[in-house]
């Protein structure tokens, strides 16, 4: 059975929603088969579909190319990542060196200030 490639990253999980998944389609960041994909072409089983995250991608063989919603879990039968394992491993580390980013921004900057103390901030720097 064929589907749309923007479906299929959909009903599969790999985008929250089918116009993240064609938006990143637009953005060359899919291949099907050694082929950037339009949102419209048809990925079949046995096709392999490479996604670039963070800069690098990521295989996955598609076991089933069926136009059906499930769950989390279940969602995980259509498909098995093929992705080599050097390849894997320097994701990992990208994907762990952005979280440490991130909460550390997020631990810089604090709480965000009270209505309280930005009426107080504001009367420091001479606003009314």
Not at 1 to 21: C, E, G, N, P, V
Not at 49 to 65: D, F, H, P
């Amino acid at each position: 059975m064929k589907i749309r490639i923007d479906i299929w990253l959909h009903r599969s999980r790999m985008f929250k929603s089918r116009t993240q998944a064609t938006s990143a389609c637009r953005e060359g960041k899919i291949m099907i088969n050694e082929k950037f994909a339009d949102a419209g072409d048809n990925v079949a089983e046995g096709d392999t579909v490479k996604i670039r995250m963070r800069g690098l991608y990521r295989a996955y063989l598609v076991k089933e190319a069926a136009d059906i919603n499930l769950s989390k879990q279940d969602a995980k039968r259509m498909y098995e990542e093929v992705t080599a394992p050097d390849a894997l491993e320097k994701f990992r580390q990208v994907e762990s060196a952005y979280r440490e980013w991130r909460t550390g921004a997020k631990k810089e900057a604090g709480p965000r200030p009270t209505k309280k103390s930005r009426r107080d901030m504001d009367k420091m720097r001479g606003k009314s």
